[in-house]
């Protein structure tokens, strides 16, 4: 598999967020867990306000990295849709619903990351 450049996984990142935004996601943070991990480059966390809005939040990432060709590699937690995984390799988003979000704290636990800005991208 090829490796993909740093300007292509920071350009997925960006359409992740980008439509994570388009269906109104809450609270986006942005972690760089480059030198700390080699699970991926970033993890995207957000949350919803509902299980629906979870769900479509999943879909329109799914959808819209997909169609600039970047194929997921795993997704979980759909169904029930408190906290959705999608894996894309270089770059993992959660989407949570607040009470999850709150109680598995991923941004304290990948605190040796560095938290980004929107802007930095």
Same mark, same amino acid.
């Given at each position: 598999?090829?490796?993909?450049?740093?300007?292509?996984?920071?350009?997925?990142?960006?359409?992740?967020?980008?439509? =994570?935004?388009?269906?109104?996601?809450?609270?986006?943070?942005?972690?760089?867990?480059?030198? %700390?991990? %080699?699970?991926?480059?970033?993890?995207?966390?957000?949350? +919803?306000?509902?299980?629906?809005?979870?769900?479509? =939040?999943?879909?329109? %990432?799914?959808? *819209?990295? +997909?169609?600039?060709?970047?194929?997921?590699?795993?997704?979980?937690?759909?169904?029930?849709?408190?906290? %959705?995984?999608?894996?894309?390799?270089?770059?993992?988003?959660?989407?949570f619903d607040k009470e999850n979000?709150?109680?598995?704290? =991923?941004?304290?636990?990948?605190?040796? +990351? *560095?938290?980004?800005?929107?802007d930095e991208f």
């Open positions: 598999m090829a490796e993909i450049s740093t300007e292509k996984i920071k350009e997925m990142a960006k359409a992740a967020i980008n439509a =994570l935004e388009d269906k109104k996601a809450e609270d986006i943070r942005i972690i760089d867990i480059s030198q %700390v991990s %080699v699970l991926a480059d970033y993890f995207i966390i957000a949350n +919803g306000s509902n299980k629906n809005q979870i769900q479509a =939040l999943s879909d329109e %990432v799914e959808e *819209k990295l +997909g169609r600039m060709g970047y194929p997921m590699k795993q997704k979980e937690g759909y169904t029930n849709a408190n906290w %959705v995984l999608l894996d894309f390799g270089d770059i993992i988003i959660h989407i979000r709150l109680f598995y704290d =991923l941004e304290r636990i990948w605190r040796d +990351g *560095k938290t980004l800005n929107r």
